[in-house]
C-alpha cells in the first residue's frame, strides 16, 4: 500500500473515531486530524484543488473551537461557494458547496446532538455526490462516517434519556437514607413494648403509629 491510500484509510479512522467522541472539543480535534491526513492524502495524489479544500475546512473546524462568529463564518462560506463556483462542472457540484455550508454553520452555530445532526448532514451530501461520481471510496468514508455518526447520536440520546432515571432514583435514596433514623426510633420503640409486655398487640401498632406522627 503507497503512502497516499495509507494517508486515505488513516484519515478515514481519524474521522471515525472522531465521531463517536461524545464531547465537542474531543469531536473538532479528531476531525482537524481526519483533515490534515486527508489534506496529506490528495497532496499526495497530486490534486491541488482538494487539497485546498482541505486548508479551509481546517481553517473552518480550528476556528470553530475558539470563536462562534457568524462573520467568521459568513467569510468561510463566501470563499468556498466562490472556489466551488469557479471549479463547478454540472448541477451536482454544487452538492460539496451545500455540504460545506450546512457543515461551517453546524460548527459555529451548533453544539452536541444539533451539531452531531449537522455533520450528518453535510455527510449524505458528499454521500449524493460520491455516488453519483461512482467515487468508492469516498462512498466508503462516507458511509462509515454516517453510521459513526448515527451512533454517535444514538448513545448520547440514550445517555440524555438514563439521565432523569438516574436523577429521579439518587433522589428517592436520599429521601430514604433521611428516613433510615427515623424508621430506627420506631422500631426501638416498638421493641421496647414488646419487651414490657412480652408480645406485640394492636395497642403497640397503635402507639408505634403515634410515634410516628409526633416525629414526623
Known amino acids: 500500500m503507497d503512502l497516499a491510500q495509507m494517508a486515505g484509510w488513516l484519515a478515514a ?19 482537524i486530524i481526519h483533515t490534515v491526513l486527508y489534506g496529506v492524502h490528495f497532496a499526495l495524489l497530486g490534486l491541488p484543488t482538494a487539497v485546498v479544500s482541505c486548508v479551509i475546512a481546517l481553517a473552518r473546524i480550528t476556528l470553530s473551537i ?21 471549479l463547478s462542472r454540472s448541477t451536482v457540484d454544487i452538492l ?22 449537522g455533520l450528518l448532514a453535510g455527510s449524505i451530501l458528499w454521500l449524493i455526490h460520491n455516488v453519483y461520481f461512482q467515487s468508492w471510496g469516498g462512498i466508503c468514508l ?18 440524555q434519556n438514563e439521565k432523569p432515571k438516574k436523577e429521579m432514583c439518587l433522589e428517592y435514596s436520599t429521601k430514604e437514607t433521611k428516613k433510615k433514623p ?24 397503635a402507639s408505634s403509629l403515634l410515634f410516628l406522627s409526633k416525629c414526623l
Open 13 to 31: 479512522a481519524a474521522a471515525i473515531i472522531a465521531m463517536l467522541k461524545k464531547s465537542d472539543l474531543r469531536l473538532k480535534q479528531g476531525l
Open 66 to 86: 475558539y470563536t462562534r462568529s457568524l462573520l467568521c463564518a459568513a467569510a468561510l462560506i463566501i470563499i468556498s461557494a466562490a472556489m466551488a463556483l469557479a
Open 182 to 205: 427515623l424508621l430506627r426510633l420506631i422500631r426501638i420503640h416498638s421493641f421496647r413494648l414488646t419487651s414490657r409486655r412480652g408480645i406485640k398487640t394492636r395497642t403497640d401498632r
Open 96 to 117: 460539496p458547496l451545500a455540504a460545506s455550508v450546512v457543515l461551517t454553520l453546524s460548527l459555529f452555530r451548533f453544539d452536541g446532538i444539533k451539531l452531531r445532526l
Open 142 to 159: 462516507e458511509t462509515c462516517f454516517c453510521l459513526s455518526t448515527l451512533w454517535g447520536l444514538w448513545t448520547m440520546v440514550r445517555e
